[in-house]
């Protein structure tokens, strides 16, 4: 889909800062002043996700990959605090093995302590609805919260149709703010430490999840969207796949970029790229021009603008349903 060039936002971190995630709205469970979590005794705990969803002829449906169980680890101390992380498993069968998917929240969430950020996914972002319904298509308009147009509708269920949603494992990290203050870019560093040198290898070791680094994937939102985005450059070795959602960015930042995605490349020259907006994205602007400036560079990724704000509906709809859609195809061949 293609859209008028709009001039660049001024001020759109600044607009971050105040709105967090995505205009941030309070819906009830969302307090943007919650103190963070005292920390507790490093744990794991599972507890179902979603109930079995009636078929069309009203008997249970017994698809697989539908999501249904939910683990969460709690990492007391790392180089950034308490890391708390849920855990998405699909239903399988004994001895299947899927490919891994790292998704990262917004700013939102990062303000609520580890414990409830590290649910944006699945309780704010209806991570689980989009799983399930990935797996008993076809899609409607309402499982985009009526942000799409017909022909991306058709396209996603085409798709769905030829490739049958093959299903993931989701992890879902904790997040800190790493928006803002001096050398922003230097402040992931840490933590994509953190994803690959502890979190990635108890994955491999304790998930049904395939033991490579070209069947890993990473993605986020907004702020989740920057992280993402930046670790996989700092650790290309870990990742198959790299992509962002309506990622924080500035478009000054779009030369550092194709810096650090060319010495990325150099490591992993397989790495995968995908960039997502949306027409009411307030970093509309400079994630069209990261997308300029990784074309003018000759540097291969994809780049879509859909429809949509910069929003909580947004990461309901077609944010959880576009992120695991495109991993599930670009992960699907290195099984």
């Not at 943007?32 to 744990?43: E, G, H, L, Q, Y």
């Not at 699945?122 to 076809?138: C, E, F, Q, T």
């Not at 890993?216 to 198959?240: H, K, M, N």
């Not at 990622?247 to 990325?264: H, I, K, N, P, W």
């Amino acid at each position: 889909m293609n859209f008028k060039h709009r001039p660049r936002v001024r001020g759109a971190l600044f607009l971050l800062l105040l709105t967090g995630c995505a205009t941030h709205r309070c819906d009830g469970n969302d307090d943007v002043t919650a103190a963070r979590a005292s920390w507790a005794i490093p744990k794991a705990t599972s507890a179902p996700l979603l109930a079995p969803s009636p078929s069309s002829d009203g008997e249970p449906a017994h698809a697989l990959k539908q999501g249904t169980e939910e683990l969460t680890w709690t990492f007391d101390q790392t180089a950034l605090g308490r890391i708390d992380v849920v855990i998405v498993l699909p239903d399988r069968h004994p001895g299947e093995r899927f490919p891994l998917l790292i998704a990262l929240h917004g700013r939102g969430e990062a303000m609520k302590g580890p414990v409830r950020g590290a649910r944006g996914w699945v309780d704010d972002y209806a991570l689980g609805r989009a799983i399930r319904r990935l797996s008993m298509p076809p899609l409607t308009s309402g499982d985009f919260e009526e942000i799409v147009d017909k022909r991306r509708l058709n396209s996603i269920n085409d798709m769905l149709q030829s490739q049958p949603y093959a299903g993931l494992v989701v992890l879902c990290p904790y997040t800190p703010d790493m928006l803002t203050g001096e050398r922003p870019f230097e402040r992931a560093i840490p933590y994509a430490r953190f994803l690959a040198e502890t979190l990635i290898p108890r994955a491999r070791r304790e998930l049904p999840v395939l033991n490579s680094a070209q069947a890993t994937g990473i993605d986020g939102v907004s702020l989740g969207g920057r992280v993402s985005l930046l670790a996989g450059l700092y650790q290309p070795e870990s990742f198959g796949a790299v992509a962002t959602l309506q990622a924080a960015f500035d478009s000054s930042d779009a030369s550092r970029l194709v810096t650090l995605g060319s010495a990325a490349l150099k490591v992993n020259p397989e790495l995968k790229f995908r960039f997502l907006s949306s027409d009411g994205d307030y970093f509309l602007a400079a994630n069209r021009a990261i997308d300029s400036a990784f074309s003018q560079s000759h540097i291969e990724h994809e780049f879509l603008v859909v429809p949509g704000p910069h929003d909580y509906i947004f990461n309901r709809g077609p944010g959880a349903i576009e992120m695991l859609l495109y991993h599930d195809r670009a992960l699907r061949g290195r099984r």
